[in-house]
């Protein structure tokens, strides 16, 4: 049990022993220990890789979250959170995004193309003032690994350094994402090169001024 738990995809099966008799000459222990090794070894090559999938990921977050609710409190920072909880979600579902995860004061969410993640964005940030918050956002579009319902990848951790990157009430946009939606009614200004922590190379980032 010791050696299994230590082995990833491992499976732990007793098998039936004789004593004095190596499994191997017991007929019965040898068609056992043949049977579950075949087991085994095809629910092991059976396993489905994860999924690659393009996708755009947005990621906000409250500005100054942790003064908020040590002014407000354990219970009203909880019913300040559920009401931004709820714009976000209400406007998700009007985009038609997907919530992949909430951490805290911030949102995961995916969508199928950059413009209705950008749209949804912008029209969370239009509620947001009414509850005294402020947000900041990130939006970036690439391959993502699919397992479970979740995203992973590279991709996703170029989305949450542009998030991290923006400035209070600022929707931060790769150059990838800008380039996708050319055309639009979406306008940029120019935010340069930039490191994202972890992540190889210089990025182009815009900030989002406004859709015509």
Known sequence: MYVSSRIRESELVVLP???????WLDPEAHERAMTETERFMSRVRGASPPERVLATVL???IVGSTDCASKLGDRGWRELLERHHAIVRRRLAEFRGDELDT????????FDGPGRAIECVLAIMREIPELGLKIRAGVHTGECERLDGKLAGIAVAVGARIAASA????????GTV?????GSRLSFEDRGLHELKGVPGMWRLAAVVASR
């Not at 951490?103 to 995916?110: E, H, P, Q, T």
């Not at 800008?178 to 050319?182: I, K, P, R, S």
């Open 59 to 61: 990621f906000t977050d």
């Open 103 to 110: 951490a805290g004061d911030g949102f995961l969410a995916a």
């Open 167 to 174: 400035r209070p009430g600022e929707v931060l946009v790769s």
């Open 178 to 182: 800008q380039d996708l939606v050319a």
């Open 17 to 23: 022993s004789v004593r004095g008799v190596f499994t």
